[in-house]
């Protein structure tokens, strides 16, 4: 049998009322229906406290697993005046995320780029022949030296 048990908690004006000790959460939401009502989870065995406090729009949250009733206090003191709020021994359940159920994969390695290929460097001495080359040749000296030239530079720099 689990140890969770249920607390019906009703907020009515400025007032929190709560009724512990329901055994499934269906039991304890028979017991009352209104716009205000909800029933939290809690564990009997546990002794850290839930503050309780209501929304400006309506409804109220929970802050649980405060260690004492002086810290919950002081939690809830920490609110405007005239906010509802109130602190019970009310040990909200431990529960088990995915991460305690299944270990942690780490996630595949990223693929790498494929690498870019490169153009072929020229040492200087066969930039020099390639330029002597064009040089002989009348019709495109000028484009093939200027294109030589080029990259005769880029090599260089690299």
Known sequence: ????LFALVILQGAALNFSP?????????????GPNVACFAYDP??????AFFKLPEGGF??????ASEDECKRYIGAFKDGIPTACRQLAMPVTCNVACI????????AAKP?????????SAAV???????AASRPARAGDYAALLRGASAEGAAA
């Open 1 to 4: 049998m689990s140890s969770t």
């Open 21 to 33: 000790g329901y055994t499934t959460a269906a039991e304890c939401m028979q017991q009352y229906r």
């Open 45 to 50: 065995n546990l002794t850290t406290w839930t």
């Open 61 to 66: 949250r929970t802050v649980g697993k405060i």
């Open 102 to 109: 299944k270990p942690l994969e780490p996630p595949p390695p």
């Open 114 to 122: 494929e690498p870019v290929p490169q153009a072929p460097r020229l």
């Open 127 to 133: 930039l020099t022949a390639l330029e002597k080359d």
